[in-house]
């Protein structure tokens, strides 16, 4: 069997992988605090008696595009969008931290504070409020609330938001959609990241994706542009081979 059927079939499935991650960041597009996904490959050579100009296609390790999506005001005193490289902590059910750029975050009936269902925690843990009191969140993270009925001047601190300071290549992104610590940072082997005290927020705005729409529908199509002629050098070299069998039998 040649071996261009196999170079052609590595090309073929890269595409199909990277055709899932512009899916994927097509459907985020709209997703707040969203890092569109790039997907990266790399040429090769087949090992063993071949021509030396044959490769195969491999994926080597994915990575996310870390610049800053368009800030829109929304006048909500619990959205909040991040600085660069600044980070949200989330509780996950097994105890474990995790961390997310989206900050629309909402309050549930027993009053805590959550993003996307995950608690959102504090310098002393999950941030728990007074039931229907109005909350305001300062540009550090503090977080306020007055009481219904109370006067303007009875503030009372509930709480500040954890925010962390990473680069996006110091963490990997879950199945769960949110960003852990990556087994390859500096920070490997830590429980959790530590707070960033002179970390700024931006209150009443949210961080839209940093995707662009147009560029992933042009990368679809040209993804599945090459899909296709890969497959098109499959079934020629198989034509191919086919009738060099012929030959061979008949000789």
Known sequence: MDRAIYTAMGAANAALNRQAVTSNNLANATTTGFRAQLAAFRAVPVNGPSVATRTLVTESTPYHDDSMGAINQTGRNLDVALPQNGWLAVALPDGTEAYTRAGNIAVDSEGLLSIRGMPVLGDGGQINVPPQSELTIAPDGTI??????????????????????????????????????????????????????????????????????????????????????????ISAVDDNEKKANQLLSMG
């Open 144 to 233: 306020t609330a007055l009481g219904a009925g109370d006067e303007p001047t009875a503030l009372a601190q509930v709480g500040r938001l954890k925010m962390v300071n990473s680069p996006l290549q110091d963490l990997t992104h879950g199945d769960d959609g949110l960003f852990h610590i990556s087994p390859q940072s500096p920070n490997a082997g830590l429980a959790q990241l530590p707070a960033d005290p002179d970390l700024q927020l931006i209150p009443g705005a949210l961080e839209s994706s940093n995707v662009n729409p147009a560029k992933s529908m042009v990368d679809m199509i040209a993804t599945a542009r090459g899909f296709d002629m890969n497959m098109k050098v």
